[in-house]
């Protein structure tokens, strides 16, 4: 599995994770299912989703990236519309293609588009994971 170095870890001052620390050896990846995102849905919840989408435009722009070790939950919320697959979809393949639409992100979360306006994420003040970080804390 690839890990995604310098993609933050969650979303700042949440517990809202983005990022997993290793692979599951047994069970295989956790499988990407679109999930529905109503009009009714936690403000929290948005800015998760924004937050998200933020850090894999700035991470990746409009090129194509593998899933690696990136959160299937967080991707489950914009696979399908913001987030497309490359190629046929394995929804439980840690070497999937992904790429951002980025007029279906733009459509979806326009506030992160706004021309000059000031970041809604700032990436550079966020602890990503370590370069030296391999995932093994002893357990």
Do not use: C
């Not at 790429?99 to 588009?113: I, K, R, S, T």
């Amino acid at each position: 599995m690839l890990k995604h170095r310098g993609f933050p870890g969650r979303l700042p001052g949440t517990d809202f994770q983005f990022v997993i620390r290793r692979e599951n050896r047994k069970k295989g990846a956790t499988p990407i299912t679109r999930r529905e995102r109503f009009k009714d849905r936690r403000p929290a919840d948005k800015r998760a989703d924004a937050g998200f989408l933020s850090a894999l435009i700035a991470q990746f722009g409009e090129e194509p990236f593998p899933r690696g070790n990136l959160d299937a939950g967080r991707l489950s919320w914009l696979i399908g519309r913001e987030v497309l697959a490359v190629d046929e979809f394995d929804p439980a393949d840690y070497d999937q293609l992904l790429q951002v639409d980025m007029a279906a992100a733009e459509a979806g979360f326009p506030e992160l588009f706004v021309q000059d306006a000031p970041p809604a994420f700032d990436w550079d003040d966020v602890d990503a994971w370590d370069e030296d970080d391999d995932g093994d804390d002893g357990r």
